[in-house]
Nanobody, 113 residues
Framework: QVQLVESGGGLVQAGGSLRLSCVAS????????MGWYRQAPGKQREWVAT???????YYAGSVKGRFTISRDNAKNTVYLQMSSLKPEDTAVYYC???????WGQGTQVTVSS
């Protein structure tokens, strides 16, 4: 069974940075595309970024140029480096393994103005 555990969230001022981590277990991590999603209060969950097994990356328009997704296959970990954070980035951030449709428990990111 695939398990995903996120960490790295917190409270940061606008313009600041955070790095989220997601550790995967129980999956063939090296061959899996991995994704980050977020859900703001009162809004639907939305896609943020994806990284393929080969390292190709894709971003939502709202975060492109500010967020960077990366992976370390040796550590079964996918990262989301977030820079130039804005109050509208406030949300619970989740990682996802689309192959198994597994989701992590989420990590809260709060950006103060």
């Amino acid at each position: 069974q695939v398990q995903l555990v996120e960490s790295g969230g917190g409270l940061v001022q606008a313009g600041g940075s955070l790095r989220l981590s997601c550790v995967a277990s129980g999956s063939n991590f090296n061959i899996n595309t991995m994704g980050w999603y977020r859900q703001a209060p009162g809004k639907q969950r939305e896609w943020v970024a994806t990284i393929s097994s080969g390292g190709s990356t894709y971003y939502a328009g709202s975060v492109k140029g500010r967020f960077t997704i990366s992976r370390d296959n040796a550590k079964n970990t996918v990262y989301l480096q977030m820079s130039s954070l804005k109050p509208e980035d406030t949300a619970v951030y989740y990682c996802r393994d689309p192959r198994s449709d597994a989701w992590g428990q989420g990590t809260q990111v709060t950006v103060s103005s």
